[in-house]
């Protein structure tokens, strides 16, 4: 079992940045493949992004390539999303999720555990 808090989320102008933490407890987060998605007024929650249990290997959603990157920090139990070059539209509820699974996972049935939200609005 393993509970997740995020943090990080704020107001920005587009064209800014944000970094988004996800503390983990219970268990190391080394034991987890962690991903990271987000849910937009009146839509469905998406994926962003993902890394595997060791860092080594990421995956995103297209339309975040090049300016989110997903780390972690497994001495911290901490897994991060880095998000430069905001958009407007990049503006939702984002959330943190673990997963018992091996690899790099993009759909939300992969993961077993998710953390409450932190939300992100980027202004125009």
């Known amino acids: 079992q393993v509970q997740l808090v995020e943090s990080g989320g704020g107001l920005v102008q587009a064209g800014g940045s944000l970094r988004l933490s996800c503390a983990a407890s219970g268990r190391t987060v080394s034991s987890y493949a962690s991903g990271w998605f987000r849910q937009a007024p009146g839509k469905e929650r998406e994926f962003v992004g993902a890394i595997s249990r060791s860092g080594a290997v990421t995956y995103y959603t297209d339309s975040v390539k090049g300016r989110f990157s997903c780390s972690r920090d497994n001495a911290e139990n901490t897994v991060y999303l880095q998000m430069n070059s905001l958009k407007p539209e990049d503006t939702a509820v984002y959330y943190c999720?673990?997963?018992?699974?091996?690899?790099?996972?993009?759909?939300?049935?992969?993961?077993?555990?998710w953390g409450q939200g932190t939300q992100v609005t980027v202004s125009s």
């Open positions: 999720a673990a997963s018992i699974r091996v690899g790099v996972l993009h759909t939300q049935d992969e993961y077993d555990y």
